[in-house]
């Protein structure tokens, strides 16, 4: 069975940084492209990143991109995904989620919640 | 970027009525759409890839149609359990994007 666990998300300062880890187990990792996508409070759903599996070549949404680093290490089955420099409109409920080639997104996490405020 | 426009925002439907709801790309996808479902505070759920293949698991009561810039999702007899809000999304080129969401009101 498909599991992915976000974990680390956190009340933070608007200007402060956190990281983020998504742990996967019921599927070969290491094949599988895998992606961040977040949920402000009460609004709709929002591409943020995007990581392959072999190249590792990486992709971001305008309004990350130069703040959020996405990352994953294969050996522990992990994703990840720095955010620096975070805003208030980066609050949101951040899910991870796996990708199959061609067919996109097939399981997602459950979420956890990042709240930038002072 | 391409926009995705879904239509319409809300509806409100009752128990084994038949419901369609539509995606428009603002530029071709050719098939590369994907339709979620999320109830509230839950994380969403993968339903169709391929603009018209259903993922493992999904009721054959969910259906999607579609090329290029107009998709469709349809629900052939609404269950109380099918409450919720529906997203479209192009994963053709980045940044992907969604629709905005349909909510559906049993």
């Known amino acids: 069975e498909v599991q992915l666990l976000e974990s680390g998300g956190d009340l933070v300062q608007p200007g402060g940084s956190l990281r983020l880890s998504c742990a996967a187990s019921?599927?070969?990792?290491?094949?599988?492209?895998m992606t961040w996508v977040r949920q402000a409070p009460g609004k709709g759903l929002e591409w943020v990143s995007v990581?392959?599996?072999?190249?590792?070549?990486?992709f971001y949404a305008d309004s990350v991109r130069g703040r959020f680093t996405i990352s994953r290490d294969n050996s522990k089955n992990t994703l990840y995904l720095q955010m620096n420099s975070l805003r208030v409109e980066d609050t949101a409920v951040y899910y991870c989620?796996?990708?199959?080639?061609?067919?996109?997104?097939?399981?997602w996490g459950q979420g956890t919640l990042v709240t930038v405020s002072s | 970027d391409i926009q995705m426009t879904q239509s319409p925002s809300s509806l409100s439907a009752s128990v084994g009525d038949r419901v369609t709801i539509t995606c428009r790309a603002s530029?071709?996808?050719?098939?590369?759409l994907a339709w979620f479902q999320q109830k509230p505070g839950k994380a969403p759920k993968s339903l169709i890839y391929a603009a018209s293949s259903l993922q493992s698991g999904v009721p054959s009561k969910f259906s999607g149609s579609g090329s290029g810039t107009d998709f469709t999702l349809t629900i052939s007899s609404l269950q109380p359990e099918d409450f919720a809000t529906y997203y479209c999304q192009q994963y053709n080129s980045y940044p992907w994007t969604f629709g905005q969401g349909t909510e559906v009101e049993i």
């Open positions: 990581i392959y599996s072999g190249d590792q070549r990486t």
């Open positions: 530029q071709g996808i050719s098939n590369y």
């Open positions: 019921g599927f070969t990792f290491s094949d599988y492209a």
């Open positions: 989620a796996k990708i199959v080639r061609l067919s996109g997104i097939d399981y």
